[in-house]
């Protein structure tokens, strides 16, 4: 008998395309800025988006017809309205499974857009900056529950994690 820990991917990809294809993009454009400026609390990667600020960025999912864009302002993601197709600075496109693929750090970026999985178009320096950011990406969890919970609630949560041994379960256990 096998423990599963996380939804399996086509379990989590399914609604997430539906989501993606139904939904309007500025629904998908306030949850996803909101998650990952939750996701920056405490995090190194924050203080590296400086030269990204101001810098309109866009994904495009091929395989659902979404867009998310997003501007860098302050170390934060904001939602961006556009005033038209190409109304972007830097634009990544693929479908969604290589997205996923890039998120859950299955594959690397430089993989991803190698094989061309991805394509990554506009400003080259900010282009080049942003897919080097994306692959020395370092998720500090323990960073991050401190951040959000402050560091005495922080640390008894972290506690717990480990003497449950959370700590140590192998990403790859989860990404299939």
Known sequence: MQLTLA????????PLGLALRTAPNAAHEAVFTAMVNHLLKG???ADEL???????????????GSEITFLVRGRRLTPCRTRGADDWDVRIRGALED???LAARIEDPDTLFFHRRLDLEGETEAGLYLK???????????????????TGPGNLVIGVVRR???DRIQTSDIRR
């Open 7 to 14: 939804p399996s991917r086509t379990t989590l990809l399914a």
């Open 43 to 45: 995090q190194p990667l």
């Open 50 to 64: 400086d030269p990204l600020d101001g810098k309109r960025i866009r994904l495009s999912v091929s395989d659902t």
């Open 99 to 101: 997205f996923w693929r």
């Open 132 to 150: 080097n950011l994306l692959d020395a990406m370092e998720f500090d969890w323990q960073a991050h529950v401190r951040a959000v919970l402050g």
């Open 164 to 166: 449950a041994g959370l």
